[in-house]
């Protein structure tokens, strides 16, 4: 059935947030911050994999050996300006932020032990955003709900769900309850791209996809530093690229 695929997803975030939250008041901080590295480390492992597809045959013998790597640089600069100029970021700030007000608690403990709304707002805010950005940047999203647009499957997305279920669980104990309202940005972005699919066909060739998959990875890339609180790179400007990416390839082909 076209959408169980994410249909799954969805579930394993909940499932797997619920359990982050059951433990992460019996987990000391030092320990959430551990998990949290080795998630920003195996993070930036699959952003690597996926980063490589920039020396994917097919598209070096559709646009060439050197216009690979520009085609990524392009659609990241033109993603990024299109992003910052949109605020796509501060948009999906915006919407943690309405989620915890509408869903969420607002209290965090503060130093005379009792809870503010600001802190408790940006933990919900940070979780929210940070979950959501990993869960919908990868490659596997894009690819695995396509896939079961096109009636190929879920095999895809039945990985990527077991990944993020132990991967919110993990989250949920280090960032809270916004890790959970992250299930909304996987339902809405993979079922969107499952709703595409299924109503494009199979059309995007082999090249497309892989300036696609490089570009998601070097985005993932962000993700990680975030992660490893090395730097705040705004990820979320910078998701237009994954659309300008594929549209760089069929430039360059129609100028060839």
């Keep these: 059935m076209v959408g169980a695929g994410t249909a799954l997803n969805v579930l394993t975030v909940l499932v797997g947030s619920g359990i982050g939250l059951l433990l992460g008041h019996r987990l000391p ?5 551990v998990v949290t590295d080795g998630l920003g480390l195996v993070t930036l492992l699959v952003a690597g994999l996926s980063a490589v597809a920039v ?5 070096v013998a559709a646009v060439g050996s050197s216009a690979p790597v520009l085609i990524v640089l392009g659609a990241v600069l033109v ?3 299109i992003g910052s100029l949109v605020r796509v970021e501060d948009r999906l700030r915006d919407l943690g932020g309405w989620l915890q007000t509408r869903f969420g608690g ?3 403990r503060g130093a005379a032990g009792t809870e503010t709304p600001d802190a408790g707002r940006e933990r919900f805010v940070q979780g929210f955003l940070t979950a959501s950005l990993l869960f919908c940047v990868g490659p596997l999203t894009i690819l695995g709900s396509l896939s079961d647009g096109l009636g190929r499957g879920i095999d895809q ?3 990527k769900s077991v990944l993020d279920g132990f991967a919110a669980i993990a989250f949920a104990a280090s960032l809270g309850v916004g890790v959970m309202a992250s299930a909304l940005s996987v339902a809405v972005v993979q079922g969107a ?13 082999d090249a497309h996809v892989a300036a696609l998959t490089a570009t998601g990875g070097l985005l993932l890339v962000g993700v990680a530093l975030r992660l490893l609180r090395l730097r705040d790179i705004p990820v979320g400007d910078l998701l237009p690229a994954l659309v300008v990416a ?3 390839v069929e ?3 129609r100028l060839r």
């Design 79 to 81: 993603g990024g300006v």
């Design 157 to 159: 997305l039945a990985l």
């Design 29 to 33: 901080q030092r320990t959430r911050e």
């Design 55 to 59: 020396l994917d045959p097919a598209l």
């Design 106 to 108: 607002s209290r965090r």
């Design 251 to 253: 430039l360059v082909l």
């Design 193 to 205: 791209l499952t709703l595409t699919g299924w109503l494009l066909g199979d059309v995007m060739p």
């Design 246 to 248: 594929p549209l760089a």
